[in-house]
């Protein structure tokens, strides 16, 4: 089932997550409805927050649904290690048209459970290690707008309320 993904300024998207704890029929529903909605919106990271659900959910597959191999749900995941720093830009399902420049760390290593609760680790670089590090981050309610410099925040900001007043946002 495809899910409505909420838009900035939804205050869901400034909610931390709550962490899982029962992984049972109704958590697997969840992330196959997130890969679905993902799918449709030609992402490649969505957070549950951004379906409306402030929880520890995040479906993140960089082949946008072509190689099985590379499809990650990622349950109460966290960032255990972090090394060096890429500036690259970025896009969110829920900040369509938007793309701007973020600072992140180079390579991370994650830990998480699967949708059945199984943890495992993993590592992360370039555009994988940006997806986690954003995607985690709308699970403690953070945007990449608040990670953007003052001067391309501003600017974000400017160009959003010129489409909301179009009735394009
Ligand atoms: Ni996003």
Redesign the pocket.
């Given at each position: 089932m495809i899910l409505k993904i909420v838009k900035y300024p939804e205050p869901v998207l400034d909610t931390p997550g709550e962490p899982v704890v029962e992984f049972d029929g109704e958590l697997r529903k969840f992330v196959a409805d997130m890969f679905e909605t993902m799918y449709a919106s030609q992402g490649v990271?969505?957070?549950a927050q951004?379906v409306g659900v402030a929880r520890r959910i995040t479906v993140i597959d960089l082949s946008m649904g072509k190689d099985p191999a590379q499809k990650l749900a990622l349950v109460n995941p966290e960032i255990i290690a972090r090394e060096g720093r890429q500036y690259e830009e970025e896009?969110?399902?829920?900040?369509p048209e938007i793309r701007e420049k973020v600072v992140r760390a180079a390579k991370v290593r994650i830990r998480a459970q699967d949708e059945n609760g199984k943890w495992f680790e993993m590592d992360g670089e370039e555009l994988l290690a940006r997806a986690f590090q954003?995607?985690f981050d709308?699970l403690d309610g953070v945007?990449?707008l608040s990670r953007m410099s003052p001067l391309k925040r501003s600017m974000t900001l400017r160009k959003i309320r010129k489409m909301q007043r179009e009735g394009n946002w």
């Open positions: 990271g969505l957070a951004q896009g969110c399902l829920s900040f954003h995607e709308h945007l990449f």
